[in-house]
């Protein structure tokens, strides 16, 4: 494994962050996601994410449990705050209501007294953002959390909080975490700029397209038992845009190319999410064991330029590159 310093921190993350989206507490048993945790600190993962809201708080109780015992100071532990968590109209959003009392939940779930990273899932519209941002400074002052971030915002929304964050002396945001990978390269244009010039580091989900970079699914056949595709508890909807025999042909192209590098295809869409300089981490999932021991050999990989252009080529112009597509819904709509 090797690390790399969250944005302009002083904290290093391993270059594979495990988390627990989709899978633990839904997809996969709390056994078998406990021993996926156990195998991911044998391999060096000292980073894991998770979110509040993810399989309706169960996902943080089973990390909670499966990382007890663990060296506190050994690992960095991430978690968010912002989709709905319950029935009430102030169980969602950014208010400080929600956000103070989400994290002292999260706390309880994750069986620990601090948060090394706490994140705001998606940007509130409707709650001030200096409410939120004020907030999230009095967390990390009464030791809750060490550092905070955002998911999926624009690079407009990120600069107008950094503005308030600076002028009223608040701890500023050190990450950010959107989806990326050789097919959604929309944070590439404006995010990627503006944090490599704030010191935000990106610390990416789904690299893989929610398994479609795999190479497992193909054009013309049914997605194999068992798969994100067919779990109806939330992974056949995220995954539904690849699911296109323009999109699966496309991607049979890129088994040469890995194979030339010496790795797997699920490797080397990790390995290229790695290459962009601004990426602090690249977050993988897994239900089993044997997956988390194959996606860690991404880990340190360098691939050429001649590499990273066969992979452009073979892709043409099916990765979505539109910073429009950053979107956070109204959670209240």
Known sequence: MEYRRLG????????????????????????????????????????FDTADVYAGTRAEKVLGKALKG???????????????????KNDRGLSRKHIIESCNASLKRLQTDHIDLYQMHRFDFETPLEESLSAFDDLIRAGKVHYIGFSEWTASQIAAALKIQDAKGYNRFVSSQPQYSA????????????????????????????????????PGKKPPAGSRATDKKGGAGMISKWMKDDVLTAVQNLKPIADQAGLTMSQLSVAWVLQNPNVSSAIVGATKPSQVK?????????????????????????PEKDPAQNISPNPRA
């Open 183 to 218: 097919l959604w390269r929309v944070i590439e244009a404006e995010v990627v700029p503006l944090s490599q010039k704030e010191g935000i580091g990106q610390i990416v989900w789904s690299p893989m397209a929610q398994g479609v970079l795999t190479g497992k699914y193909l």
């Open 294 to 318: 194959e996606n860690v050999k991404a880990a340190g990989v360098k691939l050429d330029a001649e590499t990273m252009r066969a992979i452009d080529k073979a892709l043409g112009n099916l």
């Open 8 to 47: 302009s921190t002083g904290m290093y993350v391993s270059e594979i962050s495990y988390g627990n989206w989709i899978t633990h507490g839904s997809q996969v048993e709390a056994d078998s996601a406990i021993k996926c945790v156990k195998t991911a600190l044998d391999c060096g993962i000292t980073t």
């Open 70 to 88: 663990v060296r506190r100071e050994s690992y960095e532990l991430f978690t968010k705050v912002y989709w709905p968590t319950g029935p009430g």
